[in-house]
């Protein structure tokens, strides 16, 4: 069995909930008893590591994704290659996701993003081969996104404020608010969201909307739920006098979604009503060539 060791008196505990329920009897609250006997700095600028957590004090190195990056550049090639790897297999450990994490769980999470280890390891696919794993999205764009598609979108008679599309038609969805039918059907649907249902959708909805991506999979479908606002204008949105752990427990829920039915479905933010109208039907249409590519990390960095 562990054995938790009080730094301040020597008392062991069997676990270590005992152990912090102990510290508050020295008079000294967390924070101030693993700063004073587990002092952590910067790794750029030398100064003491901010105590929130435990989690997040013993794996925070930088106050920003920022700072990581000119730590790197600063550094011995081979040590910032060996860090941000480590930092990957630390993620992939604590999480026990079957696959590496994609673009929105890298930023969400403030964790070297897709380019960085592209810098490092040629590509993201190699860097994760490292660590025995596939990325959740492993594939490239294909050369077809540049198309236009002249397909039908049939929108679930249900969906409230529907986009607009050249050709559509109304009909009742089991599950998402578009797809196509047909010769056109690709086994793909999108679920398109407003900030405000994301945030009630993977809220307090999570469930509900679980048995939905259930559903989806049984019929070997693949679902995209794209909100029609960037994550940077959400947060902007939820200031001032909001709750942002509302906010932060629906992007929690996101990934957690995203690694509970892994490569079956994808989470899109774009930037307006009129990006995801442009969106919508390429996905519809190309379906399977495009499941397995991280489109957020191609419309964050303007290739689509």
């Given at each position: 069995m562990m054995s938790y060791k009080c730094k301040e008196c020597g008392a062991e505990f069997d676990s270590e909930k005992s152990l912090h329920a102990h510290i508050k009897?020295?008079?000294?609250?967390?924070?101030d008893y693993y700063v004073k006997h587990y002092p952590r700095y910067n790794k750029l600028t030398g100064d003491p590591i901010q105590f929130k957590n435990k989690d997040q004090y013993f794996t925070t190195d930088f106050s920003n994704l920022r700072?990581?990056?000119?730590?790197?550049q600063k550094a011995d090639f081979q040590e910032a290659k060996d860090y941000i790897l480590q930092i990957l297999i630390k993620r992939v450990s604590a999480k026990n996701w079957d696959y590496a994490p994609c673009h929105l769980e890298l930023s969400?999470?403030?964790?070297p993003n897709i380019d960085l280890y592209r810098k490092y390891y040629e590509s993201y696919n190699k860097a994760?081969?490292?660590?025995g794993l596939e990325p959740l999205f492993k594939r490239p764009l294909t050369e077809k996104f540049k198309e236009d598609f002249d397909v039908k979108v049939f929108i679930d008679t249900r969906e409230q404020r529907p986009l607009s599309f050249h050709k559509s038609e109304s009909l009742k969805l089991d599950f998402g608010d578009y797809t196509l039918a047909g010769e056109d059907f690709t086994n793909t649907f999108v679920d398109r969201k407003s900030a405000t249902d994301f945030i009630g959708t993977f809220g307090k909805g999570y469930e509900r909307f679980k048995k939905e991506m259930q559903r989806c999979v049984e019929i070997n479908g693949y679902m995209y739920i794209?909100?029609?606002?960037?994550?940077?204008?959400?947060?902007k949105d939820f200031f001032p006098g909001k709750k942002i752990s509302t906010l932060n427990w629906a992007f929690s829920n996101m990934v957690k979604m995203q690694n509970e039915f892994p490569r079956k479905c994808?989470?899109?933010?774009?930037?307006?009503?009129?990006q995801s109208e442009s969106l919508i039907p390429k996905l519809l249409a190309l379906g399977k060539e495009v499941w397995e590519t991280d489109i957020q990390y191609h419309l964050d960095k303007g290739l689509i």
């Open positions: 009897k020295h008079n000294l609250y967390l924070g700072q990581m990056e000119e730590w790197c969400k999470a403030k964790l994760c081969a490292e660590i794209v909100t029609e606002k960037s994550i940077k204008d959400m947060y994808q989470f899109i933010f774009t930037n307006s009503r009129e």
